[in-house]
T-cell receptor, first 114, second 115 residues
Framework: EPEVTQTPSHQVTQMGQEVILRCVPI?????FYWYRQILGQKVEFLVS????????KSEIFDDQFSVERPDGSNFTLKIRSTKLEDSAMYFC????????????FGQGTRLTVV | RKEVEQDPGPFNVPEGATVAFNCTYS??????FFWYRQDCRKEPKLLMS???SGNEDGRFTAQLNRASQYISLLIRDSKLSDSATYLC????????????????FGQGTILTVHP
C-alpha cells in the first residue's frame, strides 16, 4: 500500500537554529499538508499546499515557517529560527482530492528544540 | 465553543464491552466527517468516514446528525487491540467556501480495553 514517508523520524536542534522536515507524499496525490501535535495536545493544522502554492494556513504558520515542493516529489517544512515551543510531532499528510477523500499521514517527525 | 469537541475520557472497559464516543462540531458549513485512531506517539490513521445516513464497518458504527452538529462512534465487542485514542475529525471549508481539505481534530478520547 502506498504511504507517506517522513524524514528524519527524530530531530534535535538548538533554539534559534533552522530545521527542514522532509516528506514524500503519495505519488498521485495533489493536496499536501503539515500538521503538528504538541505532546498531550490535539493535532493542529499548519498549512495546506495545492498547485505549487499555499492554499490555506493557520495562525500558527507565521513568518518563521515556510513550505516548498522543490522537485515534484519532496514536500518540505522549514522552520527558520526554532523556539522551545516548536517542540512537537510534525505530521505530513496528502490527499488525492479534497472533500470526503482520505488523508494519509506520514509517521511523523519528532522535533525537540533544546 | 471549540471547533470540534470530544469527551477526553479515559474510557476503561472490559473486553467484549460496547462503548460509545460522542463529538460535536461548531461550524455548520463543515463538509466531511471522520473518525481517526491514534496509537501512542504514532500518526493518526483513518478508522472510518461518517455519512449522513450512518454507516457500519464490522464492529464499528458511525452516526452523523447535521442538525445537532453531532457525530458518534459505537464500538461493539471491544478487543484489547482497540485500545487507542479516537479522534473526531471534521473537514472544514476555507473562509470563502472553497475546500482545500483542512482537517480539524478534536482532542481525542482515550480508550483502554482490559482483559
Amino acid at each position: 500500500e502506498p504511504e507517506v514517508t517522513q524524514t528524519p523520524s527524530h530531530q534535535v536542534t538548538q533554539m534559534g537554529q533552522e530545521v527542514i522536515l522532509r516528506c514524500v507524499p503519495i505519488s498521485n496525490h495533489l493536496y499536501f499538508y503539515w500538521y503538528r501535535q504538541i505532546l498531550g495536545q490535539k493535532v493542529e493544522f499548519l498549512v495546506s499546499f495545492y498547485n505549487n502554492e499555499i492554499s490555506e494556513k493557520s495562525e500558527i504558520f507565521d513568518d518563521q515557517f515556510s513550505v516548498e515542493r522543490p522537485d515534484g516529489s519532496n514536500f518540505t517544512l522549514k522552520i527558520r529560527s526554532t523556539k522551545l515551543e516548536d517542540s512537537a510531532m510534525y505530521f505530513c499528510a496528502s490527499r488525492k482530492v479534497t472533500g470526503g477523500s482520505n488523508a494519509f499521514f506520514g509517521q511523523g517527525t519528532r522535533l525537540t528544540v533544546v | 465553543r471549540k471547533e470540534v469537541e470530544q469527551d477526553p475520557g479515559p474510557f476503561n472497559v472490559p473486553e467484549g464491552a460496547t462503548v460509545a464516543f460522542n463529538c460535536t462540531y461548531s461550524n455548520s458549513a463543515s463538509q466531511s466527517f471522520f473518525w481517526y485512531r491514534q496509537d501512542c506517539r504514532k500518526e493518526p490513521k483513518l478508522l472510518m468516514s461518517v455519512y449522513s445516513s450512518g454507516n457500519e464497518d464490522g464492529r464499528f458504527t458511525a452516526q452523523l446528525n447535521r442538525a445537532s452538529q453531532y457525530i458518534s462512534l459505537l464500538i461493539r465487542d471491544s478487543k484489547l487491540s482497540d485500545s487507542a485514542t479516537y479522534l473526531c475529525v471534521v473537514n472544514q471549508p476555507y473562509a470563502g467556501g472553497t475546500s482545500y481539505g483542512k482537517l480539524t481534530f478534536g482532542q481525542g478520547t482515550i480508550l483502554t480495553v482490559h482483559p
